[in-house]
């Protein structure tokens, strides 16, 4: 499956953005996805994942309360809502999906991967 993300941007904090990647190649509806983000000299880490469904998610910590995951399977499409930002929210987004059943929070169980959205929030 090929996937890009689009959406980043520049924005002050406490402002929102939505970030939106798109998936073409093979059926969306099979596929887990998760939003990663790696800020400048930092590792990639979780920031949240969806089911193939949709009905299951899972936040990392810093983002719960302020960034809401969705798809759309009719789209093959995948939302980010990214409401409050801070500052520390600025890196790299990135998309991707997996194959398994469950929610990985481990970047290398996802076998596809977006080319990346840059968000950067002022402060």
């Known amino acids: 499956v090929q996937l890009q993300a689009s959406g980043g941007g520049l924005v002050q904090a406490g402002g929102s953005l939505r970030l939106s990647c798109s998936a073409s190649?093979?059926?969306?509806?099979?596929?887990?996805m998760g939003w990663f983000r790696q800020a400048p000299g930092k590792e990639r880490e979780f920031v949240v994942g969806?089911?193939?469904?949709?009905?299951?998610?899972n936040y990392a910590d810093s983002v719960k309360g302020r960034f809401t995951i969705s798809r759309d399977n009719a789209k093959n499409t995948v939302y980010l809502q990214m409401n409050s930002l801070k500052a520390e929210d600025t890196a790299v987004y990135y998309c991707?999906?997996?194959?398994?059943?469950?929610?990985?929070?481990?970047?290398?169980?996802?076998?596809?991967w977006g080319q990346g959205t840059l968000v950067t929030v002022s402060s």
């Open positions: 991707a999906a997996s194959a398994r059943l469950v929610l990985d929070t481990r970047p290398d169980l996802y076998g596809y």
């Open positions: 190649g093979r059926t969306f509806s099979n596929y887990g």
């Open positions: 969806i089911t193939q469904s949709g009905l299951g998610t």
